[in-house]
């Protein structure tokens, strides 16, 4: 059975070696703007993560759920606190993000399963 966490990081982290090469400076910036965003501040990480989770499955961005699910996992965030947050982006976004919380529950399993293996 194929491991969608390992398939995702491998892909990723692939694809974001070779943006960076190109050494474009407006990239760059992006991605240190990102980086940093999501660094302890007044809000702490965990309240960030799930900000980013909510926004980025309202815009429905699968790749962007998956980060932000698997960064809300690393912080500590319960499966509990992850679903109300779905909950909310699925209310604010409407039906249409529906197909984008079924993968973000996929994909937390798929979390699960890979961090008790």
Known sequence: ????????????????????????????RIFNLDTNAFQEGVLDKKTKELLGLVAS????CDDCVKYHLESSYNE???????????????????TIVIPHLRRAHEYWEALEQHHSD
Do not use: P, Q
């Not at 499955?57 to 429905?60: M, N």
């Open 76 to 94: 500590g965030l319960s499966k509990e606190e992850i679903s109300e947050a779905l909950g909310i982006a699925t209310l604010v976004g409407g």
């Open 1 to 28: 059975m194929s491991d969608i966490v390992e398939e995702f990081n491998d892909y990723r982290a692939k694809m974001n070696d070779k943006i960076l090469a190109d050494n474009n400076k407006i990239i760059k």
């Open 57 to 60: 499955a309202v815009l429905r």
